[in-house]
Each structure stands twice: as structure tokens, then as C-alpha cells.
């Protein structure tokens, strides 16, 4: 009987009257889109003000996600060296990620910014093998995290069993290299809006914050709390003689010096001018004097070497300290520190005073 019509018929056992679609290119196109996909998640998910680890984290997290990548490291390089980092990876003991001590030679950075292909060139032999044993993989890949021609970190990762397209690996490298380039400049402008920009140490403002929450703290939990209050002794003479530049060299290294005196828990901030404070958590009358006498003769031994002059650092230092005072606040005790130092450029200089002396003396 001749057909109806001229419909091309499918068997049920496969026999097709037309040649079926290859499955290769179609599982190939599935897998760059799975990782296409990966890739737009985790980079929806960056926010620079998260740790750069953890940034690291979320697209290696998106790289195992849309490549079956199950274990990689993200190696950055120091900017002082060619030491590699181990900064972030997924199912490696981290730990023994973050100690393994790499040292890239020239030549390996040189192939290594030459090409971005995943295939192994002879000097990266030596780090392949070296990763294989120090992270327990096999078979390791390497790839350059480059930006701008500039070498700044290498990925590493155990080869998968399947498919894996060298595009999306790529293309996850040039994000992870992207990312770290983007968090460093990030830290770079935050910590310029908490640091003074001459010095080095903290500004007024990031100061005052800390002073704030240091203040609620301690009466949360009923500790003592201490401020020093310093000024430099006849600091406009020194502009006045040797100019303003050599002014400004002179503080930065008595702030140099002066960020060295303190405990992890304190926090040193230049207050203005040739004004610098520090705040002492969870320190008493006694121990917030006896510091403040330590920076005094430290400071005091140090030189300064001007113009073949040789100039001594003297200071007025006054020191304030909350105990569970009713109704004393940040602003009180900045009060209270400062009305000390003044009392201490009274009484000659270069010494200390504290509020409570000033204070029985005013009565």
C-alpha cells in the first residue's frame, strides 16, 4: 500500500530515516553552557567587600560547579617576590594549601605570560610535579592568572575524568585573575579613607569610630578604658627653621616609632597636626601610666637626623581614663586627655599627666 502521505517514519528501535544528531557535540554544547552558567552565577555573587579568600572561594565554587572540577587552588604572587601563596582552594586541606612554599623562576613566568594554554611547556614541568605532590592530586593543570601582561597568581586544579572545554577555564581564570586585581585596589581605596595619608597610622575620623565603640564596650561589659593624648614639644620651631617639608618628615618618624609602642588590642591615630592619640582597651590608671611614661622615653631616645642637624623628640603626653564614670562618654574622655596634655605643656614638657592629677590640682 502506497503512504498517505510523505511524513519520514522513526522506528522505536532506532532506526532513523534521517542521520541522528551527534551526541559528542551535543553533550559538548551542554557542558559550555552548564559552564557558562556556573561562571554567571559566581560572578554575580562577588562583593569586593567580602575577604579576598573568600572571593576566591565563591568562583572556585562556581568553577567545580559548571566544569566537575573537584579540586583547585588559587595561588597568588607577592608583588615584593616571586613567591606563590596558596590563598583559597576547594577539596584540598587548605591548610596545607596556605603552607606550601612556591617559588616561580623567571623563565616559568615568562612561558607563563606567553600563552594561556593549558597545555604543559617544558619549565612548568617542575611545578607541575611539585603541586601533584605537595596538594595529593593527579594529573595537575595549570593555568596563568594574568592581567594586563602582568603575572598574579596561578590556578591550580586536578584534571577531571570528563569532558572539560578550555574556554570556560579560561575564561574562570581571567575572573579569578579580575577578582583579585579588583579586591587589592578595593583595599587600597578603603584603607586610604581610614589612614593618614602622611603618616601611615589611622586618621581622626576612623579614630572617633573606634573611640565610640571602645567607649559602649567598656561599659557593657564594666572594663576601663584609657586614652593618650600626645603633642609634639616646639614642633613649629621645626617648620619654622627648617621648612614644612622637613616638618613633615620629622612627624612621620616619631609616628613610626610611636605605632611600634602599642599592643595588637590598641589602636594609634594621628588626631591633627603634630596631635596623636591612642586608645588603650581594658586598661586601668595604673597601666595606661605606666605606657605612657614608655612612649615618652622611647620617643625621647629617639634622633632625628635634619639637614646634618641632630634633633631630639620631645612630647607632652596627657592620659584619661573611664571606670565606670556616670555619664562620661567618647567626647568627655577626648576632654579630659586633652586638658591633661595642656597641663603637661605647662608644667614644662616632655612628661606626663594624667586627668585626675590636673583635676585634684584645679580643686
Known sequence: MTPLNNKKTISIFGNLSEPPIAAEPLQSAMTLNKGLMALYHASAELQFSKPLPALLKT?????????????????????????????SAIGLFEKKVSETNVFLTIEEETEFLRTVSLTTKSHQERLTRLFEKELDIKSAGIIPLEIRDRLIGLLVYEKPAGLLHE?????????????????KLFAK???MALKDTLTGLYNRRYFQQILDYEINRAKRYKQPISLLFLDVDHFKNINDTYGH????????????????????TDLAARYAGDEFVAILPATNQEGSSLLAHRVLEALGEQLILIRGN??????????????????????????????????????????????????????
Open 59 to 87: 568562583i572556585l565554587k562556581g568553577l567545580k560547579s559548571g566544569t566537575d572540577i573537584t579540586k583547585a587552588a588559587v595561588f597568588i604572587k607577592e608583588d615584593s617576590s616571586n613567591n606563590l601563596i596558596g590563598l
Open 167 to 183: 574556554e570556560i577555564l579560561i575564561i574562570f581564570s581571567r575572573q579569578a585573575a579580575l577578582t583579585i586585581e579588583n579586591s
Open 189 to 191: 581605596v578603603e584603607d
Open 245 to 264: 617639608s622637613t616638618g613633615d618628615l620629622f612627624l612621620k618618624q616619631i609616628a613610626n616609632k610611636f605605632s611600634t609602642l602599642f599592643r595588637t
Open 310 to 363: 641632630t634633633l631630639q623628640v620631645s612630647v607632652s603626653i596627657g592620659v584619661a581614663t573611664y571606670e565606670n564614670q556616670e555619664g562620661l562618654g567618647s567626647v568627655g574622655l577626648m576632654a579630659q586627655a586633652d586638658k591633661a596634655m595642656y597641663e603637661a605643656k605647662k608644667q614644662g614638657r616632655n612628661c606626663v599627666r594624667r586627668f585626675e592629677e590636673v583635676q585634684t590640682v584645679s580643686a
